[in-house]
């Protein structure tokens, strides 16, 4: 058991990672779809995956300067409070045996992940800096390798952008993931930062969103030490061989067809909460 | 104090440390299958379980560590007196500390 926990681990700690979705976001599929675990065990080990995920990709970006730490603190306030209203939201659903519906919406986000495109930095303009770039001084300057220059951004709309982060943090403490996917979105979309900036600041943020989460699942007893360590083991291994990919495949077909997979775990997810209904 | 190197090596340290524990803690339970009934809240972190007690403090480092890097951040901030980003982190840390203690009694 715990060797096959190990290998789904690295398993889907590899397919995330690759396919640019986050290490962690496939725990949870796995674990409740091919090892029956229940929903708060398994999204417990989510978080924690989530945590040791994005702390290690952050330990580079925030080295590199590309994470923005200024603008992920202003943000967290927002996270960190939607996560709590989500673990609490997580608590009662699994007091009223209401899980198939949080297979639902797991799916649903699962599918709307895979369907988000990258934006690429040619594509991206900084935006004319508004009354929240001032107060909360939301500058910025990074070196771009790829384009061998430095780049000058600044954040806008921070009060949309927080409020876009409440709910990706209640979507972290209710579906015990990460939420990076509509974390960048709120970067990268809403405040307009340069997508590596966005991407290496949402992995910073993470790490803080999974951890009240979790902090909640700690304390009602959805953390199973075992499940979750051998877990989080095997996804911190398979995300660092996914990365390391990720950089050499480019847009291969390959990850195309690992794409295309994910999108079948988001489909059976939803299959198996309109069977639980 | 160079913040970015700080929160890098606490983030990088943390990782470390957890992977380290749970590892060891995994051959010292030797891979004996979980147990459904044990959970975070079932065990006492103050009584010695082998291999299960190492786990549970690896998962524990690892919830802490991003939690060492707010409060860098927020000593960072103090230093510079910039009074409204030190409340912005001290609201993330009192949103933890709800989540500890708060919240989880308040259902039930």
């Known amino acids: ?277 | 104090m160079n913040l970015e190197r700080t929160i890098g090596w606490t983030l990088r340290l943390g990782v470390a440390i957890a992977s380290v524990l749970i590892v060891v803690g995994l051959f010292a339970s030797l891979f004996a299958a979980p147990v459904p009934s044990q959970n975070s809240a079932s065990l006492s972190l103050l009584t010695w379980n082998g291999g299960v007690s190492l786990i549970l403090y690896g998962l524990i480092a690892l919830i802490a560590t991003p939690f060492l890097s707010v409060t860098f951040c927020c000593i960072d901030f103090l230093i510079e007196r910039n009074w409204l980003y030190v409340a912005l982190t001290l609201a993330v840390l009192i949103n933890l500390l709800l989540g500890l203690f708060v919240l989880p009694r308040l259902i039930s």
Not at chain 1, 80 to 105: N, P
Not at chain 1, 157 to 176: F, K, P, T, Y
């Open chain 1, 1 to 277: 058991m715990t060797w096959l926990l190990l290998i789904t681990g690295i398993a889907a700690g590899f397919l995330g990672s690759l396919t640019g979705l986050g290490g962690a976001i496939l725990v949870l599929p796995a674990l409740t779809l091919l090892f029956k675990i229940p929903f708060s065990y398994a999204a417990g080990a989510g978080l924690l995956a989530a945590i040791a995920t994005s702390s290690s990709a952050a330990a580079i970006y925030v080295r590199e300067r590309l994470s923005n730490i200024r603008i992920g603190m202003s943000l967290e306030a927002g996270t960190t409070l939607g996560a709590l209203v989500g673990a609490l939201l997580a608590a009662l659903v699994y007091r009223s045996h209401l899980e198939s519906w949080l297979f639902i919406l797991f799916g649903l986000v699962l599918l709307t992940s895979v369907t988000q495109r990258t934006r690429h930095l040619a594509h991206w303009h900084s935006p004319q800096p508004d009354g929240s770039t001032e107060l909360l001084q939301l500058r910025g300057t990074y070196y771009d390798a790829p384009e061998r220059m430095h780049i000058t951004y600044c954040g806008v709309r921070w009060g949309w952008g927080e409020l876009v982060m409440c709910v990706a943090g209640m979507l972290s403490g209710l579906l015990g993931v990460g939420s990076g996917a509509l974390q960048v979105v709120a970067l990268d979309n809403v405040m307009g930062l340069p997508p590596k900036v966005s991407t290496a600041t949402s992995n910073f943020m993470v790490g803080v969103t999974a951890a009240v989460s979790a902090a909640v699942y700690w304390q009602l007893g959805y953390i199973q030490p075992h499940i979750a360590g051998t877990v989080t083991l095997g996804v911190v291994i398979g995300a660092l061989i996914g990365a390391y990919l990720f950089k050499r495949l480019g847009g291969n077909p390959l990850r195309v067809l690992f794409t295309v997979v994910i999108a079948i775990l988001g489909i059976q997810m939803i299959v198996r909460g309109v069977h639980l209904l």
